[in-house]
């Protein structure tokens, strides 16, 4: 089955401690986002990559780290997380080849920061 | 500011009744994409227009694009219980090869068995 497989699902830190939120596509797609989901405010980009080793900041990157060493996976990492960054954060797929090819979501990771 | 408006936010109608929501922007969209969101999940791809004043259809729910692809609107016709969810527009913009997507809020809809 093609799916975004995020983990963990739910996630209580405290205010401080690195973490990392991690995602995997079994696609071969070329790109993969990281969005957080904030009430009123909707889904905006953290961070996304076209592609192995290519990465670039989204609309709200501060305190947000990520990597894409293989083609499948693209961590998520908080090195110092902070109660603003207590959200529903989603990674997402696509292929760069077709003009409007929609994103596969994963299932999401509610993080809470205390 | 937001560059894609959603209307209505919240939406409860009764089962078997039409609707209607509206995405707008005063932007020009390369593609515009609806998305249903159900609670603890991700948002799942509806459809994808591409072409100005496009119209998609897929089953009960028609899409079209506005003209000059600034708009969209989405139309339920009959509308089901199983049709209650969280709808999303995004808009994409093509940038040196990178299309970029800006999420509308969402209308809510809750449809009332």
């Known amino acids: 089955e093609a799916q975004v497989t995020q983990n963990p699902r739910y996630l209580i830190t405290v205010t401080g401690k690195k973490l990392t939120v991690t995602c995997s596509q079994n696609m071969n797609h070329e790109y993969m986002s990281w969005y957080r989901q904030d009430p009123g405010l909707g889904l905006r980009q953290i961070y996304y990559?076209?592609?192995?080793?290519?990465?670039d900041k989204g609309d709200v990157p501060e305190g947000y780290k990520v990597s894409r060493k293989e083609k499948r996976n693209f961590p998520l990492i908080l090195e110092s997380p902070s109660p603003n960054q207590t959200s529903l954060y989603f990674c997402?797929?696509?292929?760069?080849?077709?003009?409007?090819?929609?994103?596969?979501f994963g299932s999401g990771t509610r993080l809470t920061v205390v | 500011t937001q560059l894609l408006e959603q209307s209505p936010q919240f939406l409860s109608i009764q089962e078997g009744e039409n609707l209607t929501v509206y995405c707008n922007s005063s932007?020009?969209?390369?593609?515009l994409q609806w998305y249903r969101q159900e609670p603890g999940e991700g948002p799942v791809l509806l459809v994808t227009?591409?072409?100005?004043?496009e119209v998609k259809k897929l089953k009960r729910l028609t899409f079209q694009f506005g003209d000059a692809r600034k708009d969209s609107s989405l139309h339920i016709t009959a509308a089901q219980p199983g049709d209650t969810g969280l709808y999303l527009c995004a808009g994409g913009r093509s940038n040196f090869g990178n299309e970029k997507l800006t999420f509308g809020t969402g209308t809510r809809l809750t449809i009332i068995p």
């Open positions: 932007s020009v969209f390369s593609s």
């Open positions: 227009v591409v072409t100005g004043g």
């Open positions: 997402a797929s696509r292929t760069t080849w077709v003009l409007g090819y929609g994103y596969t």
């Open positions: 990559s076209m592609n192995v080793e290519v990465t």
